[in-house]
């Protein structure tokens, strides 16, 4: 019978000639040398745990293989990936005994000395069925007797009870396989570890936090994902139960429902005016039905707004059934005193349902909004001046017929990839005859052949596509235009005037301007369209003509009665006074100024209103209070100078003013006034699911409830951003980051 003995070799002692067994002694020292290492810290934590060990062949006595021990447990592995033995055996929680020195925090628990082996039983050894000494399972014979006897006994006991070395191939074995196939099963389907004993308190408070979270940004989040395994198992991690859709669409829901309303109502009532705006009128139509949802907020003398509610309506609504639906907002927001509500602004749906109510209330302003007046204007120039239909209809013939030409499609993509680093045809719009309604579909596609404007004409320069324009006429005159100058600048110059009116639009949106600053705004529209014409070289006459055209449609005259009554727009004079600017407005405007104050107060109060405002007009503010209200500062967010108290211009007239008894009611009651029914945006998802559950009692009453509870909540940050926008420019500016970063790798030279 071979040798049972398993002491290790020193491989420097004897070196085979064998390249086989060089090849194990190499491997063998090289794994010592680095425990020896490791012991000394400068390696793997692991190596504390696993002992390198040769396996002799049982008849030579020479080493066959390298294997590692855990001095834990006693099992043995392969040598070949140490790393990955320590990861899946230690850390996995497949050695037990690893698992509770963990819980000891400590670098080394030996194993009770009652499950050890006996020194003598060491030298026991059993040959398998074919006459060889096979690799144990949860022990090694071929180890250094002495060593694991001392390693084993480090507990200061002497064990009593013979152990016998189990080998495979033996009955013993099944125990060892079956906790073998538990590891695996583990590793191809981890448990989430326990997360951490939270209490009570905590638990509540943290869910409270979460649930919070929810609705304040329902919609971007569904409620499916609550379902998500990931999102559970993160739950579970860090000790948290399970967040179920009835918990969040529950009670949870109603309390803090409840909470918002009451507190929005609170406000409201605190509020001495108000004044109500809706928007949604002129949104596309709700998942593809006739049925839009017009939101309702509610803005504050303080600057702040409240939301109200929304509103599912029918696409064909007639201007009789929008204005019930106003002036039930009205009421359901002031009660039975209906002259708190000082106007209506709406983004522009029915004119006439906004007349209809100011005619019968007289101390009403309805407004149409601002942002919807600039976007108006773009489509009046699509359809009234020429050059934006010639500059439309040329380039739907150049993108035609880039986009299918097979040939030419092809060459313009792998150019515009490697002049541009981009791919795809150019964005054409679906249907030609709905561009002078919605002029935003053709922008994009001018912006694209702007931006391809060399990949376009190095593609009409190709010896390919000159064969193709020999017996092509379209793709000729194609040419002729990517080729022509004229071309071009008139295209530079249809996008440059829509750019520039879409920026002044969304900065309106941003910043939220006041009626008084209405005229402003179509002044400084007016001197930069005035500059277009005398850079591209268009003739001022048209051009001028279609924007007058368009600010009489959306001019009220308050803007003009808000503008003379608001400090901030007081001017100073050669005597140092500062007064109302009437010099700014023509004959018909300051007419219109004096319409207004007397229709906003009663009969008897008309004449002593007209007086007011002629002391007003002479006397003007203290320039002290005029110079405290026109104070500005720069805005650390945008970088612009803003006013520094934007209430400023009410708190004078309800305080210094005094002797205006009349002209400051009406006055108050207009400074406040906004130009912009821009508020709580809704994302999509939202949307979509208000109308699929339009036809359920309980789930739009869920919905509504749920975009209430959002809607206060970013009302109260001042958050009137689109979540939805906000993402695309957060991944735009990674992608430019990305781009930055790639391209300073791009320049480093490889060592």
Same mark, same amino acid.
């Given at each position: 019978?071979?040798?049972?003995?398993?002491?290790?070799?020193?491989?420097?002692?004897?070196?085979?000639?064998?390249?086989?067994?060089?090849?194990?002694?190499?491997?063998?020292?090289?794994?010592?040398?680095?425990?020896?290492?490791?012991?000394?810290?400068?390696?793997?934590?692991?190596?504390?745990?696993?002992?390198?060990?040769?396996?002799?062949?049982?008849?030579?006595?020479?080493? =066959?293989?390298?294997?590692?021990?855990?001095?834990?447990?006693?099992?043995?592995?392969?040598?070949? #990936?140490?790393?990955?033995?320590?990861?899946?055996?230690?850390?996995?929680?497949?050695?037990? #005994?690893?698992?509770?020195?963990?819980?000891?925090?400590?670098?080394?628990?030996?194993?009770? @000395?009652?499950?050890?082996?006996?020194?003598?039983?060491?030298?026991?050894? =059993?040959?398998?069925?074919?006459?060889?000494?096979?690799?144990?399972? #949860?022990?090694?014979?071929?180890?250094?007797?002495?060593?694991?006897?001392?390693?084993?006994?480090?507990?200061?006991?002497?064990?009593?009870?013979?152990?016998?070395?189990?080998?495979?191939?033996?009955?013993?074995?099944?125990?060892?396989?079956?906790?073998?196939?538990?590891?695996? =099963?583990?590793?191809?389907?981890? =448990?989430?570890?326990?997360?951490?004993?939270?209490?009570?308190?905590?638990?509540?408070?943290?869910?409270?936090?979460?649930?919070?979270?929810?609705?304040?940004?329902?919609?971007?989040?569904?409620?499916?994902?609550?379902?998500?395994?990931?999102?559970?198992?993160?739950?579970?991690?860090?000790?948290?139960?399970?967040?179920?859709?009835?918990?969040?669409?529950?009670?949870?829901?109603?309390?803090?429902?409840?909470?918002?309303?009451?507190?929005?109502?609170?406000?409201?009532?605190?509020?001495?005016?108000?004044?109500?705006?809706?928007?949604?009128?002129?949104?596309?139509?709700?998942?593809?039905?006739?049925?839009?949802?017009?939101?309702?907020?509610?803005?504050?003398?303080?600057?702040?707004?409240?939301?109200?509610?929304?509103?599912?309506?029918?696409?064909?609504?007639?201007?009789?059934?929008?204005?019930?639906?106003?002036?039930?907002?009205?009421?359901?927001?002031?009660?039975?005193?209906?002259?708190?509500?000082?106007?209506?602004?709406?983004?522009?749906?029915?004119?006439?349902?906004?007349?209809?109510?100011?005619?019968?209330?007289?101390?009403?302003?309805?407004?149409?909004?601002?942002?919807?007046?600039?976007?108006?204007?773009?489509?009046?120039?699509?359809?009234?001046?020429?050059?934006?239909?010639?500059?439309?209809?040329?380039?739907?013939?150049?993108?035609?017929?880039?986009?299918?030409?097979?040939?030419?499609?092809?060459?313009?993509?792998?150019?515009?990839?490697?002049?541009?680093?981009?791919?795809?045809?150019?964005?054409?719009?679906?249907?030609?005859?709905?561009?002078?309604?919605?002029?935003?579909?053709?922008?994009?596609?001018?912006?694209?052949?702007?931006?391809?404007?060399?990949?376009?004409?190095?593609?009409?320069?190709?010896?390919?596509?000159?064969?193709?324009?020999?017996?092509?006429?379209?793709?000729?005159?194609?040419?002729?235009?990517?080729?022509?100058?004229?071309?071009? #600048?008139?295209?530079?110059?249809?996008?440059?005037?829509?750019?520039?009116?879409?920026?002044?639009?969304?900065?309106?949106?941003?910043?939220?301007?006041?009626?008084?600053?209405?005229?402003?705004?179509?002044?400084?529209?007016?001197?930069?369209?005035?500059?277009?014409?005398?850079?591209?070289?268009?003739?001022?006459?048209?051009?001028?003509?279609?924007?007058?055209?368009?600010?009489?449609?959306?001019?009220?005259?308050?803007?003009?009665?808000?503008? @003379?009554?608001?400090?901030?727009?007081?001017?100073?004079?050669?005597?140092?006074?500062?007064?109302?600017?009437?010099?700014?407005?023509?004959?018909?405007?300051?007419?219109?100024?004096?319409?207004?104050?007397?229709?906003?107060?009663?009969?008897?109060?008309?004449?002593?209103?007209?007086?007011?405002?002629?002391?007003?007009?002479?006397?003007?503010?203290?320039?002290?209070?005029?110079?405290?209200?026109?104070?500005?500062?720069?805005?650390?967010?945008?970088?612009?100078?803003?006013?520094?108290?934007?209430?400023?211009?009410?708190?004078?007239?309800?305080?210094?003013?005094?002797?205006?008894?009349?002209?400051?009611?009406?006055?108050?009651?207009?400074?406040?006034?906004?130009?912009?029914?821009?508020?709580?945006?809704?994302?999509?998802?939202?949307?979509?699911?208000?109308?699929?559950?339009?036809?359920?009692?309980?789930?739009?009453?869920?919905?509504?409830?749920?975009?209430?509870?959002?809607?206060?909540?970013?009302?109260?940050?001042?958050?009137?951003?689109?979540?939805?926008?906000?993402?695309?420019?957060?991944?735009?500016?990674?992608?430019?980051?990305?781009?930055?970063?790639?391209?300073?790798?791009?320049?480093?030279?490889?060592?």
């Amino acid at each position: 019978m071979a040798s049972t003995s398993s002491t290790p070799t020193d491989p420097s002692s004897s070196v085979p000639e064998d390249p086989a067994i060089k090849a194990v002694n190499r491997r063998y020292e090289g794994l010592m040398t680095i425990k020896t290492k490791a012991i000394k810290g400068k390696g793997a934590w692991y190596w504390a745990h696993l002992e390198p060990v040769l396996i002799k062949h049982p008849d030579t006595d020479l080493p =066959k293989a390298v294997k590692l021990k855990c001095l834990l447990c006693d099992a043995v592995f392969s040598a070949s #990936n140490p790393s990955r033995t320590a990861s899946e055996h230690l850390k996995r929680g497949t050695c037990s #005994n690893f698992v509770s020195l963990g819980k000891l925090n400590s670098t080394f628990s030996p194993l009770p @000395i009652s499950s050890l082996p006996s020194p003598g039983s060491l030298n026991h050894r =059993k040959r398998s069925s074919h006459g060889h000494m096979a690799t144990p399972l #949860n022990s090694v014979a071929l180890v250094e007797p002495s060593r694991v006897y001392n390693d084993l006994v480090y507990s200061n006991a002497v064990s009593t009870q013979p152990h016998h070395l189990v080998l495979s191939g033996g009955k013993e074995d099944l125990g060892a396989l079956a906790m073998l196939e538990d590891s695996v =099963k583990k590793l191809k389907s981890p =448990k989430a570890s326990p997360g951490p004993s939270l209490s009570k308190n905590q638990i509540d408070s943290a869910l409270e936090l979460l649930t919070d979270w929810y609705y304040e940004v329902f919609g971007s989040v569904s409620l499916s994902s609550l379902k998500h395994p990931k999102f559970r198992a993160f739950l579970n991690q860090v000790g948290l139960p399970t967040l179920s859709r009835r918990d969040l669409c529950g009670a949870r829901l109603d309390n803090r429902f409840h909470e918002a309303k009451m507190d929005a109502e609170a406000r409201i009532r605190d509020a001495p005016f108000l004044q109500i705006a809706c928007n949604g009128w002129k949104s596309k139509n709700c998942c593809g039905g006739e049925e839009k949802l017009v939101k309702f907020s509610i803005n504050l003398p303080n600057g702040t707004a409240v939301y109200q509610k929304a509103v599912l309506v029918g696409g064909s609504l007639s201007s009789k059934h929008a204005e019930d639906i106003m002036w039930e907002a009205v009421t359901g927001a002031c009660g039975n005193n209906f002259q708190r509500c000082v106007g209506v602004i709406a983004d522009k749906y029915k004119a006439k349902a906004l007349r209809n109510l100011e005619n019968q209330y007289q101390w009403m302003v309805n407004l149409s909004c601002q942002v919807q007046g600039f976007i108006s204007l773009i489509n009046d120039f699509s359809k009234e001046l020429p050059l934006f239909k010639t500059v439309t209809e040329n380039c739907f013939k150049v993108a035609n017929f880039v986009n299918n030409k097979s040939q030419i499609s092809s060459s313009f993509q792998k150019i515009r990839m490697q002049e541009l680093e981009c791919s795809g045809l150019l964005r054409v719009p679906l249907r030609k005859c709905d561009c002078r309604k919605d002029f935003l579909p053709v922008y994009l596609m001018l912006e694209d052949i702007l931006s391809c404007a060399c990949v376009l004409q190095t593609v009409a320069l190709e010896e390919s596509y000159k064969l193709i324009s020999s017996e092509d006429s379209v793709a000729k005159e194609v040419a002729g235009l990517i080729q022509n100058d004229g071309f071009w #600048n008139e295209l530079e110059a249809v996008y440059t005037l829509v750019k520039l009116i879409k920026d002044m639009a969304r900065e309106i949106e941003v910043e939220r301007p006041l009626i008084g600053q209405c005229l402003p705004l179509w002044e400084e529209l007016k001197a930069k369209v005035k500059d277009w014409c005398v850079r591209f070289h268009i003739g001022e006459g048209p051009v001028e003509k279609i924007v007058d055209k368009r600010f009489r449609k959306n001019y009220h005259p308050a803007w003009s009665a808000a503008f @003379i009554l608001d400090p901030l727009y007081l001017v100073r004079n050669t005597s140092g006074k500062y007064l109302p600017p009437f010099k700014c407005l023509t004959q018909e405007q300051e007419k219109d100024v004096d319409k207004l104050i007397q229709r906003l107060v009663s009969r008897e109060e008309a004449h002593v209103a007209l007086m007011e405002l002629m002391k007003w007009r002479s006397d003007g503010l203290d320039p002290l209070y005029a110079q405290a209200v026109q104070v500005k500062q720069r805005d650390p967010s945008s970088g612009k100078m803003k006013v520094a108290n934007p209430q400023g211009s009410r708190l004078v007239w309800e305080t210094c003013l005094n002797e205006y008894k009349t002209l400051g009611k009406v006055a108050v009651r207009l400074v406040f006034l906004h130009a912009t029914s821009c508020g709580f945006k809704c994302h999509s998802t939202l949307l979509k699911w208000t109308c699929i559950n339009r036809h359920s009692r309980l789930g739009l009453e869920r919905a509504q409830k749920m975009m209430f509870v959002a809607a206060h909540a970013k009302q109260q940050r001042l958050d009137f951003s689109d979540e939805e926008e906000k993402d695309g420019e957060f991944l735009r500016m990674n992608c430019c980051e990305d781009d930055v970063l790639n391209q300073v790798f791009s320049d480093v030279s490889p060592v």
